[in-house]
């Protein structure tokens, strides 16, 4: 059996921190994978996490399983942080995952599950395990414009003349704050007008938010969801914890599956237990419990969002000085952008062949696409970077 077996493509971020780690120079940068780091250069964990582990250390007394779809108080919690007040949670089902990449994977079967004749409509770019994890189930996909090479802004004319091909009951896959890998989000007046073609089509938006928190706080990153839950009859959305409680070790995330029909809900739920159980029977529980923790505690959760406020305020802050000093170095306002974007990552528009110059004259690791990582800088790599673009052309 095994001889059969054809050898699989890298995953391309995983080799760049490989080569990454290779690389003997003292001074190179990584700015390829999608973690966050403090201006050491290290993943802390948040002290509202440590402070719940030393809780829940101290009065945890089993490990026996929790259930098919997780625990009801995780989901709970969760959909009240990514939906707030103003939807009824008795039109959510929902279901712990191993990460929001589980999440996704979850979300994908149920729609093949649903309708094996959906087409999944995804941005073009977009976060490579989209695809990858569609292709692998068999699911047809097509894409849509999402980004302008030119403005490094969104293009909506273009998104909104591509998904006019998609048929009654496909899926339209958004991000609902922090694009990966661009940064650049829709406004909300481009939002209301996505949403009015999905209703005029018969298009069920999946919205994929693994940054909240990351971009313009916690309330306005979820703004646009909750428009999109509020509006259309029914709604998938995979949230994860990895990024906004720094426990990306832990696999924790979340599938919810939203209808106006409040008579789906037991179906829907008893759906994903039951995808649950065909892929992994029962998910990850630790990560889980510390979120749900700290979502349900007041003074944890006053800690928490303090720091993730420190966090977005960091990147934020490394963004604008980017920009300020590729303005310096160019006597131009082509890099403006970088300030405007949200999230993690920027799309910078340097070529593979500049990508490439950047990794090998200057020790700077970004995907090939020219995605950076913005908190993989800091205060005193900033100017580093900024020279090592002129210098390469970008």
Known sequence: MLENLQPQAGDKILALMAAYRADPRDNKIDLGVGVYKDATGHTPIMRA????????????????????????????????????????LDHVAAAATPGGTGA????????????????????????????????????????YRYFDAQTRGTD????????????????????????NPTG???????WQRVI??????GLIPFIDIAYQGFGDGLEKDAAATRTVVQQMPQTLIAASC????????????????????????ETAQGTLAFLNRQNFSFPPDHGARLVTMILQDETLRAEWASELEEVRLNMLGLRQQLADEMKRL???????????????????????????KLRED?????????????????????????RALVEAGV
């Open 104 to 143: 996704i994977r979850q979300g994908f079967e149920l729609i093949h599950h649903a309708n094996p004749d959906a087409t999944v409509w995804i941005s073009n770019p977009t976060w490579p395990n989209h695809p990858s994890i569609l292709s692998y189930l068999g699911i047809p996909i097509k894409k």
């Open 184 to 190: 650049a989000n829709l406004t909300a007046p481009e």
């Open 49 to 88: 996490i440590k402070s719940a582990e030393h809780r829940l250390w101290e009065k945890q007394d089993t490990k026996t399983y929790v259930g098919l779809a997780g625990d009801p108080e995780f989901s709970t919690a969760m959909a009240r942080l990514v939906l707030g007040n103003g939807t009824n």
């Open 330 to 356: 160019t006597n131009s306002d082509r890099f403006d952008f970088i300030a405007t974007h949200r999230g993690m990552f920027s799309r910078i528009g340097a070529t593979p062949e500049q990508v490439e």
């Open 196 to 201: 009015a073609l999905m209703q005029d089509r």
């Open 242 to 265: 990895s990024k906004n409680f720094g426990i990306y070790r832990e696999r924790t995330g979340v599938l919810m599956a939203i209808s106006q029909d409040a008579a789906l809900k």
């Open 156 to 179: 909506i004319e273009g998104i909104l003349a591509d998904l006019t091909g998609a048929k009654a009951g496909d899926v339209v896959l958004l991000h609902g704050c922090c694009h």
């Open 362 to 386: 200057h020790g700077i690791y970004m995907v090939g696409d020219s995605r950076v990582n913005i908190a993989g800088l800091s205060a005193s790599t900033v100017p580093v970077l900024a």
